[in-house]
């Protein structure tokens, strides 16, 4: 890169502000001007004075910082980083939708409410469960809902000794973390050595102190747990609930409902295996299925459909369709209004255009393309474990004769044009990497992936220092991500921090 385009980048706004320059085309006050009643302004704000094209240009330049799904492939295990069709955005940005307000009185949405109800009854039905509110905000908001709502429900039973919730060491760091805010104790259940949950392990922690267990189906391996049947059973015996994670969807959708095989309570996570964007800071949504046993501790608003409309009548005198009601014994809202609303757009869109057999054709897609790419890694990386896997499989980035690590080689697959698998997640497989190719993608781009990959394993020998520096082509190389994480700066002084770190 050309030394003085690489300066432009690196300039802040502030370094960019030049002064007296603006955007600013308000007409001259024609009014007295006056003093505000209180000083709000306690010292001069210093606002960088920039042009309309000088902010395009720095955001972005900034954004094409940035990896995107749009931009390239993004393998990033347990996300399910697909594409999302940009019909779901055209459809979000209806005027009805995109317009209405969260405090209009209801018969004046009865569409939206109309969109939610039925997607609450399309979520019922891949999950096969006995209602869905739409309120939590992500996925670890569903985790910590669901548990609130397992307290309440003990609290009513009256069984309140049920204190613990049981844990794969497997599971997804927000399982232990909802399980701690919602006043629960985490216990840990060793995962065996085919990868599943170690049956012995949970009948000997099944007992009356057990509120539930958290489990992840197929699990972080990308594996089926072959037991999901008895490790149900075994959890109800004991009197306790099962929870779903059901962040990860996507190799289900449409082949297995958890609603079936038992489960009591699972969040879905739209953000991953409906569709919508994801990362970046966008809004998720992590809606709530459940079973009878739960259905009246949801959280509200939810929205049903009047069973007798009067149709007949004169207009003025037409009962909205659509209202809202919270269940008899909820736990309360979640959030303010009613979710995430441009989410479920997004997600009804998403789900509309593929149908029933369109979303069951995209998870055999997602199941076959995992299982496509690990048979095409065989033999360059060891396996966690060696199985059939479902949408996403663990590989171990380790190369014999080599110094090389996981995150190694993970750095140097930016130079190559890919995002990195996630690395060194889950916790219990050493040097992990965790890919989930997800069903949008081409056999081009696996290909191309696995040449990349294949291509850094003769480099972990021939020159190991190469991946030990890398990545060489991005914007910003390799950083000490502990200190970034340690000691986030979001300061407007990027340079200093810069420096700081490199
Ligand atoms: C992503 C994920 C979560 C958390 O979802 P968020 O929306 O990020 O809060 C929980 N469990 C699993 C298995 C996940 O992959």
């Not at 069984?159 to 599971?171: F, V, Y």
């Not at 995962?191 to 949970?202: F, I, K, M, T």
């Not at 009197?239 to 009591?264: E, H």
């Given at each position: 890169m050309p030394e003085i385009e690489k300066r432009s980048i690196e300039k802040t706004v502030y370094e960019l502000s030049s002064q007296g320059r603006s955007t600013n085309l308000m007409p001259e006050?024609?009014?007295?001007?006056?003093?505000l009643p209180v000083d709000l302004l306690h010292e001069d704000l210093h606002l960088p004075e920039l042009s309309e094209l000088d902010v395009v240009r720095h955001f972005i330049r900034l954004s094409q910082r940035n990896f995107c799904v749009d931009s390239g492939f993004y393998p990033l295990g347990?996300?399910?980083?697909?594409?999302?069709?940009k019909i779901n955005e055209a459809c979000a940005r209806l005027a009805g939708f995109s317009q209405s307000h969260p405090l209009q009185p209801i018969d004046t949405v009865q569409g939206n409410l109309a969109l939610m109800f039925e997607l609450q009854e399309w979520l019922k039905e891949i999950g096969g469960f006995a209602a869905v509110s739409l309120q939590p905000t992500a996925g670890a908001q569903g985790e910590l809902t669901a548990l609130l709502m397992m307290r309440a429900?003990?609290?009513?039973?009256?069984?309140?000794?049920?204190?613990?919730?049981?844990?794969?060491?497997?599971?997804?760091?927000?399982?232990?973390a909802s399980t701690t805010m919602a006043g629960f104790e985490a216990l840990e259940i060793p995962s065996d050595e085919h990868g599943n949950l170690d049956l012995a392990a949970l009948k000997a922690a099944c007992d009356a102190s057990v509120a539930g267990l958290m489990i992840t189906n197929p699990n972080t391996l990308g594996l089926f747990e072959r037991n999901i049947e008895s490790i149900v059973r075994c959890v109800h015996n004991c009197g306790g609930l099962v929870y779903g994670d059901g962040a990860n969807m996507n190799a289900l959708v449409g082949a297995v409902r958890p609603g079936d095989l038992g489960i009591d309570v699972m969040h879905y996570n739209l953000h991953k295996t409906f569709g919508t964007p994801h990362g970046g800071g966008g809004p998720g949504c992590g809606p709530l299925g459940v079973s009878e046993k739960l259905a009246s501790y949801l959280p509200g608003p939810m929205v049903r459909r009047a069973k007798n409309a009067e149709k007949s009548e004169p207009a003025e005198k037409i009962k909205p369709v659509y209202t809202l009601f919270t269940p008899e014994k909820s736990i309360g809202r979640m959030n303010s209004h009613f979710g995430s609303f441009g989410v479920f757009v997004?997600?009804?869109?998403?789900?509309?255009q593929h149908g029933a057999e369109g979303l069951k054709q995209?998870?055999?897609?997602?199941?076959?393309?995992?299982n496509y790419l690990r048979e095409r890694l065989r033999g360059i990386y060891p396996l966690s474990h060696?199985?059939?896997?479902?949408?996403?499989?663990?590989?171990?980035?380790?190369i014999e004769g080599s110094s090389v690590r996981a995150v190694d080689i993970?750095?140097?697959?930016?130079?190559?044009g890919f995002h990195p698998p996630t690395t060194y997640f889950p916790l219990i497989v050493p040097e992990a990497l965790m890919i989930e190719p997800t069903e949008t993608e081409s056999k081009q781009t696996l290909d191309a992936f696995a040449d990349a990959l294949k291509a850094i394993a003769q480099e972990a020998v021939d020159h190991p220092e190469i991946l030990h520096t890398a990545p060489h082509t991005t914007a910003v190389g390799r950083l000490d991500e502990v200190r970034a994480a340690r000691k986030l700066k979001l300061r407007e002084d990027v340079v200093q921090v810069k420096k700081e770190f490199e």
């Amino acid at each position: 890169m050309p030394e003085i385009e690489k300066r432009s980048i690196e300039k802040t706004v502030y370094e960019l502000s030049s002064q007296g320059r603006s955007t600013n085309l308000m007409p001259e006050c024609d009014v007295p001007e006056a003093k505000l009643p209180v000083d709000l302004l306690h010292e001069d704000l210093h606002l960088p004075e920039l042009s309309e094209l000088d902010v395009v240009r720095h955001f972005i330049r900034l954004s094409q910082r940035n990896f995107c799904v749009d931009s390239g492939f993004y393998p990033l295990g347990s996300c399910t980083m697909k594409y999302n069709p940009k019909i779901n955005e055209a459809c979000a940005r209806l005027a009805g939708f995109s317009q209405s307000h969260p405090l209009q009185p209801i018969d004046t949405v009865q569409g939206n409410l109309a969109l939610m109800f039925e997607l609450q009854e399309w979520l019922k039905e891949i999950g096969g469960f006995a209602a869905v509110s739409l309120q939590p905000t992500a996925g670890a908001q569903g985790e910590l809902t669901a548990l609130l709502m397992m307290r309440a429900y003990f609290r009513d039973r009256g069984e309140t000794g049920r204190t613990q919730i049981l844990i794969p060491d497997s599971a997804h760091g927000t399982n232990p973390a909802s399980t701690t805010m919602a006043g629960f104790e985490a216990l840990e259940i060793p995962s065996d050595e085919h990868g599943n949950l170690d049956l012995a392990a949970l009948k000997a922690a099944c007992d009356a102190s057990v509120a539930g267990l958290m489990i992840t189906n197929p699990n972080t391996l990308g594996l089926f747990e072959r037991n999901i049947e008895s490790i149900v059973r075994c959890v109800h015996n004991c009197g306790g609930l099962v929870y779903g994670d059901g962040a990860n969807m996507n190799a289900l959708v449409g082949a297995v409902r958890p609603g079936d095989l038992g489960i009591d309570v699972m969040h879905y996570n739209l953000h991953k295996t409906f569709g919508t964007p994801h990362g970046g800071g966008g809004p998720g949504c992590g809606p709530l299925g459940v079973s009878e046993k739960l259905a009246s501790y949801l959280p509200g608003p939810m929205v049903r459909r009047a069973k007798n409309a009067e149709k007949s009548e004169p207009a003025e005198k037409i009962k909205p369709v659509y209202t809202l009601f919270t269940p008899e014994k909820s736990i309360g809202r979640m959030n303010s209004h009613f979710g995430s609303f441009g989410v479920f757009v997004r997600a009804y869109a998403y789900i509309l255009q593929h149908g029933a057999e369109g979303l069951k054709q995209s998870a055999l897609h997602a199941v076959l393309n995992a299982n496509y790419l690990r048979e095409r890694l065989r033999g360059i990386y060891p396996l966690s474990h060696d199985r059939t896997c479902m949408h996403e499989f663990v590989l171990q980035g380790k190369i014999e004769g080599s110094s090389v690590r996981a995150v190694d080689i993970s750095k140097r697959l930016l130079d190559y044009g890919f995002h990195p698998p996630t690395t060194y997640f889950p916790l219990i497989v050493p040097e992990a990497l965790m890919i989930e190719p997800t069903e949008t993608e081409s056999k081009q781009t696996l290909d191309a992936f696995a040449d990349a990959l294949k291509a850094i394993a003769q480099e972990a020998v021939d020159h190991p220092e190469i991946l030990h520096t890398a990545p060489h082509t991005t914007a910003v190389g390799r950083l000490d991500e502990v200190r970034a994480a340690r000691k986030l700066k979001l300061r407007e002084d990027v340079v200093q921090v810069k420096k700081e770190f490199e």
